[in-house]
């Protein structure tokens, strides 16, 4: 995903999750209190990588592929 992301000159922050525990607790409140991780859990998974995006309201839209036109994430 980050290949993609940057041939495509999107801009993306990268949280490395296993580096310190902070960066841990923050993705696993999303895996623990989102629903688009159910079926992620469900199948035994983890859900990385996955992509959160702050949409223009504000709210996040938490994505598990990269869209097949990566525009969408502009």
Do not use: H
Request: include cysteine; charged fraction near 35%; aromatic fraction near 10%.
């Amino acid at each position: 995903m980050k290949e993609a992301l940057s041939q495509a000159d999107i801009k993306f922050a990268y949280v490395d999750i296993s580096a310190g525990m902070l960066p841990l607790k923050q993705f696993l409140k999303y895996r623990d209190y989102r629903p688009e991780f159910d079926a992620i859990k469900a199948g035994g998974r983890v859900g990385v990588p996955c992509i959160v995006v702050k949409e223009d309201s504000g709210e996040e839209k938490i994505l598990f592929e990269l869209p097949e036109n990566l525009d969408e994430l502009r």
